[in-house]
């Protein structure tokens, strides 16, 4: 399929295993990438993680980010605009590196390692930016040097960096890149996939509707799996009616959000937004763990003052 690159960056998520300096890099990275038409792919947590994305941000660019975590259970770092809650613990390591079409790895632990090696593993080029420098002992990369053709080769700068990933996998800035999509075929991932894939055919723009600011928010939060955010959106004595149920109360609705995003893992697209009679009606496709999916739905808010007092989906 012909889309943006998707270039994974990997490194330490705490102070102990990424210090300012690689921060700095990370960042520098991060913008580069987005400067030259990649998509960022990331860990989606803190440290390398969120430096990273907040370079791509920055640079105008959009971030992937790959949580170890399912819906519920933890947020990613501000900077990500496509949540991929996996569920996998550190089996997400091995999407990472599945999904890549090439690894920036930057100092980390023996996480970023595990990384590395199964990227190798893969036949993913990396390239190894001012760390790992043992690596260069290892006759089945060959040499690491800047210009290398191996597996993996050595950098000093977050430029260099960039354009030996962009070198390694045939790809010029502003130019096409063609290649089949990677996410691994794995049990459970299957709403995962379709999110990511929704993202690269739609040149890594999520969302393109204009929605109004609340209601903008309560979808990233949905997506993302955010319940507090999400809970924020509802007033106290909201109504919400889905399946043939009413949720009432603002208590009543968060526990009924966490309990389908835990069963269904679901994510929301709008397509089109519409007022109507005082209510903004939009358009979502909803893709999860259920028959039938993906499938459009109606999501109709009415929203007094900045809460969501009634949402009916249909």
């Known amino acids: 399929m012909r889309r943006q690159p998707i ?62 975590f399912a819906p519920g259970e933890g947020e990613p770092n501000p900077f990500i605009d ?41 036949g993913v080029p990396v390239v190894l930016l001012d760390a790992w420098d043992f690596l260069a002992g290892q006759p089945a990369l060959g040499p690491l040097g800047p210009l290398g053709d191996g597996p993996a080769v050595h950098v000093r700068s977050a430029e260099d960096a960039v354009a030996a990933a962009f070198r390694l996998i045939g790809f010029a800035a502003g130019e096409a890149f063609e290649r089949p999509f990677a996410y691994p075929a794995m049990p459970d ?35 993302r799996g955010d319940m507090e955010t999400l809970s924020q959106c509802f007033a106290e004595h909201a109504v919400v009616r889905d399946e ?8 009543a609705i968060k526990r009924w959000k966490a309990e389908t995003k ?37 999501f109709i808010f009415e929203i007094d003052g900045d809460r969501i007092v009634s949402l009916e989906i249909r």
């Open 82 to 122: 496509c949540a991929l809650l996996t569920g996998l613990g550190d089996g997400r390591n091995y999407v990472n590196a599945h999904t890549s079409d090439v690894l920036i790895a930057l100092r980390g632990g023996p996480g970023t390692l595990s990384e590395i090696a199964l990227a190798l593993k893969l």
């Open 244 to 251: 043939g149920q009413t949720i009432a109360g603002l208590d």
């Open 189 to 223: 991932q299957s709403a995962v996939r379709e999110q990511l894939l929704r993202v690269l055919e739609q040149g890594g723009t999520p969302m393109s509707v204009d929605l109004p600011t609340l209601i903008a928010t309560y979808v990233a939060a949905e997506n």
């Open 7 to 68: 270039v994974g960056v990997m490194g330490g998520g705490t102070a102990d295993s990424a210090d300012a300096a690689t921060l700095a890099q990370a960042r520098e990275v991060g913008r580069r990438l987005a400067a030259g038409g990649a998509l960022l792919l990331c860990g989606g947590l803190g440290g390398v993680m969120e430096a990273a994305a907040r370079g791509a941000r920055e640079g105008g660019g959009r971030v992937i980010g790959v949580l170890p």
């Open 262 to 298: 835990r069963k269904y893992r679901h994510t929301i697209e709008p397509l089109a937004s519409a007022q109507r009679d005082g209510k903004t009606i939009v358009t979502n496709r909803v893709t999860g763990n259920f028959p039938g999916s993906p499938i459009d739905l109606q």
